[in-house]
């Protein structure tokens, strides 16, 4: 061809990698140093390493936060958020509480049917926020009040039973079995990025006006959005079940903004269609490292949540300025 | 009117009688546009005519009012851009669509990337297909692997051209696809035009350049007001100026009045910062001072550093006798310098706010009062930029988002023309105006001078340069390899400097 474009300067692929990986990496490289501060922590208290206990039950105590970040993390990539987090888990905790009996047949129908109601549960959060082209903060903020009373009306006192066999299968108390589910769960948020669903949530998140334009269903992607994120609460709500070996319709009402602080870790950005659910993951781990630190360094546990935040400030602002370092190169 | 001998042959895309409304602005009102299998079909207008309106109609993007969409010898309805896209009609939208944090592979092959027998996207072969795909249209400056936000405005405009040549459309809307795009590129776009209409395809494109209407266009199609004025084979640049604007327009380019020989308002000695080097030049009070060259050589960097909106790492810079070390735009604005940029959506105009608010937005420290906006006066200095620059909006109040491309320009440049400074700096000012305004703002832009301010000017328009500077700078590589002194140059040799030793690839 006569007419061609020409001149070329392009980056090396470690500084690529780095650069648009951005938020992923600084999280994970959070979590390494919490980790390690947890442990430098635990040795000055104990006299020796945290062990298999110490990592089985933190894997253990992390997953229903693991899982509730993935669920954020779906709808924050549409440029949505999911407030209604907590009130899912709080209706599917109850719900397995109140109902599933010992047998392999309740157990496995009603955790199918737990799954369909999340997904029904996020169906009207995305039904209201993709037709009716209403704030996803208003919408969910409504359904999460609406989701908690049902819940109360479910299970109205703390109690009900979640069969042992149930608890054995999703949580195994011997030994860091969950890792393998965390694996999992990664490679499964790999595959669907690869995905045509991946990719328009994506685009969707990017720019909406955008997606429609390139032939994207805008509707339909953040309905599946939606949904999808309803499912992994209501799993975030079996599993918290499955932990406590019993019910109670207000224990989910922490994960709403607990998700939203482990997606920001995650480097998940809140503008949509930027970041991964790996890095919220680790978001959720880091959340739950912080915790464990704080109660080692017998912090009054009123001071609790301020030093959480103060720790959600501070990290949030040294990602803000690495990343814009970085960016300058 | 010719359009009874048009319906003789099955159009490849037609419009009859389509309107569509804003509110009470009739954008596009009963326009009948047909377009042929193999033509390249331009559709000219003034600002605001509906060319846009028109096309996203066409293209899916919007419904319209009233009318029909023929396609072929069928009546079609279009939901969305989708719709369109199953008919093999795509649409390089005015605005670009693009997604910011997705790399130019993954936007290029949105929805058609090479997949693995799992039904999964093969990263692995992504970038590569995306590479070949470039490579196959002559694009070999372009990172597949880049994000789209790394890359300019004219690079974006590539990819956004390339996106939808790819899908082998039978008609390709390019909705003003050369107004961030050089010379060089507009060539290399109008090759594939050229190659793309030899496959017997259909090319829509709008332009307010008449040089490129009139070289590329096999027929062209009139619009004034939201209706079709008429469609011609070919017609004298004169008689199609006079049916867009209802009115005859004397010449584009007015006289320049003479180089000044006053004192300096800005000096710079050796500056540096990212992407140019050891640039010196002086600008003397009344001078407009042309920059010239490819995207990407160094002038934007120049300008925003110069505004401080990028940082200076080295050199000297005095306005009006006094050093200045802008760190951010407030210090170069207290120092009488504006900045119009080149891309309004992301680096100037606030979107969903009203006309008024983006046009006395630079001066609100001038217009409060104990803290509070005089809005009288606001409204008045607001309307008369209006009438200035003939921007077509139904009211003050009207979100700038609303307005057509080339309105919402006006309204950046409008923005800075209030704030009356010292040096202007302005970028492609005129991309996507009419003809018509267009020799309004180089009035603008001389009477300023004239008026003792100082203006650097960059344009990806040679012609423009050779016509309204007094001297043009041309950079290439981050460094001025040029002057052309006042009086004694072409567009020619602006374009050739420019290119230089490195010559278009062959
Ligand atoms: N979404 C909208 N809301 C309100 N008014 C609109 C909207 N879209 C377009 N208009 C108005 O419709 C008219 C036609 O706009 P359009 O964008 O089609 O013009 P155009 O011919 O493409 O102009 P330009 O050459 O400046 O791009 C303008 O007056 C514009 O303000
Ligand atoms: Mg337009």
């Not at chain 1, 980790?35 to 390493?49: D, E, H, K």
């Not at chain 1, 009040?145 to 009900?160: H, M, N, W, Y």
């Not at chain 2, 500077?469 to 981050?478: D, Y």
Request: overall charge neutral.
């Amino acid at each position: 061809m006569s007419a061609s474009l020409a001149a070329p300067a392009r980056l090396t692929r470690v500084r690529r990698y780095l650069l648009h990986n951005l938020g992923l990496n600084l999280a994970l490289a959070l979590l390494v140093v919490v980790v390690a501060l947890y442990c430098g922590v635990y040795f000055a208290q104990q006299g020796r390493f945290p062990g298999n206990f110490e990592l089985t039950s933190t894997v253990d105590n992390t997953m229903p936060l693991v899982l509730a970040a993935i669920a954020q993390t779906l709808v924050v990539l549409t440029r949505g958020i999911d407030l209604s987090i907590g009130g899912m888990m709080d209706l599917t905790n109850a719900l397995a509480a109140a109902h599933m009996k010992a047998g392999i047949g309740s157990m496995l129908g009603w955790s199918a049917l737990i799954l369909a109601v999340g997904a029904g549960l996020g169906l009207v959060n995305g039904l209201l926020v993709a037709y009716g082209r209403l704030q996803p903060i208003l919408v969910t903020l409504a359904t999460l009040s609406i989701f908690q009373g049902l819940a109360i009306r479910v299970l109205p006192d703390p109690g009900g039973a979640i069969p042992q066999a149930y608890t054995d299968a999703l949580v195994n108390t011997s030994a860091p079995w969950a890792l393998v589910y965390v694996v999992a769960l990664a490679l499964l948020w790999l595959g669907f990025r690869r995905s045509a669903l991946g990719v328009a949530l994506f685009a969707v998140g990017n720019d909406e006006r955008a997606a429609r334009a390139n032939g994207i269903d805008v509707i339909r992607t953040k309905l599946a959005a939606y949904m999808m994120g309803g499912v992994f609460a209501a799993l975030a709500g079996l599993v918290l079940a499955a932990t406590a070996t019993s019910g109670d319709a207000t224990t989910g009402d922490g994960f709403t903004l607990r998700s939203v602080v482990a997606v920001v870790l995650g480097g998940v950005s809140l503008f949509g269609g930027r970041g991964s659910a790996i890095g919220a993951m680790a978001g959720a781990f880091i959340t739950m490292m912080i915790v464990n630190v704080l109660f080692f360094t017998a912090i009054d546990p009123l001071y609790q949540s301020f030093f959480e935040g103060l720790f959600l400030v501070v990290v949030v602002v040294l990602g803000a300025v690495i990343g814009r370092r970085f960016r300058r190169g | 009117m010719d359009g009874e001998t048009e319906q003789s042959g099955v159009a490849a895309i037609e419009g009859r009688g389509v309107s569509r409304a804003f509110g009470g602005v009739h954008a596009v009102e009963n326009a009948s546009f047909a377009v042929r299998a193999g033509e390249v079909h331009a559709l000219v207008g003034e600002n605001g005519a509906g060319k846009s309106t028109l096309i996203r109609i066409l293209g899916g993007l919007i419904r319209p009012d009233g009318g029909e969409i023929r396609v072929g010898d069928e009546t079609v309805s279009f939901a969305t851009p989708r719709d369109a896209h199953a008919r093999g009609i795509r649409t390089v939208f005015q605005e670009l669509t693009l997604f910011p944090a997705m790399s130019v592979a993954e936007n290029l092959l949105l929805g058609h990337e090479p997949r693995g027998p799992s039904g999964l996207i093969r990263r692995s072969a992504l970038d590569g297909a995306a590479e070949a795909a470039l490579a196959g249209l002559g694009i070999t400056h372009i990172d597949p692997r880049a994000l789209v936000e790394e890359t300019s405005l004219a690079e974006r405009q590539v990819i956004e051209i390339a996106r939808a040549v790819l899908r082998a459309p039978r008609v390709l809307f390019l909705d003003e696809p050369t107004s961030a795009l050089v010379e060089h590129e507009v060539e290399w776009l109008f090759a594939i035009v050229r190659r793309l209409r030899g496959e017997g395809r259909a090319v829509v494109f709008t332009s307010h350049r008449w040089r490129e209407v009139a070289s590329i266009a096999d027929r062209i199609t009139i619009m004034r007001n939201g209706t079709e004025v008429g469609t011609f084979p070919t017609i004298e640049e004169s008689e199609a100026v006079r049916l867009m604007t209802g009115r005859r327009v004397g010449a584009l380019y007015p006289p320049l009045a003479p180089a000044p020989t006053g004192d300096t308002v800005l000096a710079a000695e050796h500056l540096e910062g990212p992407g140019f080097r050891d640039v010196s030049f002086r600008l003397g009070r009344g001078e407009i001072l042309g920059f010239g060259g490819l995207t990407g050589h160094g002038h934007r960097e120049l300008f925003l550093s110069l505004f401080g909106a990028a940082p200076l790492s080295g050199g000297a810079l005095r306005v009006g006798g006094k050093p200045l070390h802008p760190r951010r735009p407030r210090d170069a604005m207290a120092a009488g310098i504006a900045l119009i940029p080149e891309d309004r959506k992301t680096e100037g105009l606030l979107l969903p706010m009203s006309v008024r608010d983006n046009l006395t937005l630079a001066l609100i420290d001038l217009l409060c009062r104990a803290g509070v906006i005089a809005r009288g006066r606001e409204r008045s200095m607001a309307q008369r930029m209006v009438a200035t620059l003939q921007i077509k909006t139904p009211s003050l109040a009207q979100a700038v988002g609303n307005l057509s491309g080339g309105n919402q320009q006006k309204v950046l440049l409008g923005r800075w023309l209030l704030a009356e400074p010292q040096v202007l700096l302005l970028s492609d000012v005129t991309r996507g105006v009419d003809v018509a305004t267009k020799s309004e703002i180089y009035e603008l832009i001389m009477r300023l001078a004239a008026g003792g301010r100082g203006v650097l000017l960059y344009s990806s328009d040679a012609l423009e340069l050779s016509h309204l500077c007094h001297r043009v700078l041309v950079m290439r590589e981050g460094r001025i390899v040029r002057e052309l002194a006042a009086g004694g140059f072409t567009a020619e040799d602006v374009v050739a400097a420019a290119v230089g030793e490195t010559q278009l690839a062959a």
